[in-house]
């Protein structure tokens, strides 16, 4: 099934997965433009600190370009510093507040 608005990638080795990315592609409505927002990343511990989060998210550029999208954002919880890291390494930080609603 395709679905146009969700993005997955996987990094391989050896012929398994060691890293994976889930990403949406979001339509803005107050402008004509488009974002990505990284649902999830994640690399296995023995493969991390190897570039593999970094070439996920270089691939995801690639095809956020293709589909028109105009930035990729993503969210990290204070006290995880290898994804502060690896984040700001890639892009610019901005401090927002977060508010989960819940449906009941």
Known sequence: ????????LVALKDGLVVGGLAAYV????EQAR??????????????RRLG??????HSLKRIGKERGA?????QADYGDDLA???YTKLG?????????????
Not at 26 to 29: Q, R, S, Y
Not at 34 to 47: N, P, R
């Open 26 to 29: 979001l339509d803005k409505f």
């Open 84 to 86: 502060i890291t690896l």
């Open 1 to 8: 099934m395709c679905r146009e608005h969700f993005i997955a």
């Open 52 to 57: 593999i989060a970094t070439a996920l998210i």
């Open 70 to 74: 105009n930035v990729i954002f993503v």
């Open 92 to 104: 610019k930080r901005e401090d927002v507040l977060h508010f989960d609603i819940a449906v009941d």
């Open 34 to 47: 488009k974002e990505i927002y990284i649902y999830d990343l994640a690399v296995s511990e023995a493969h």
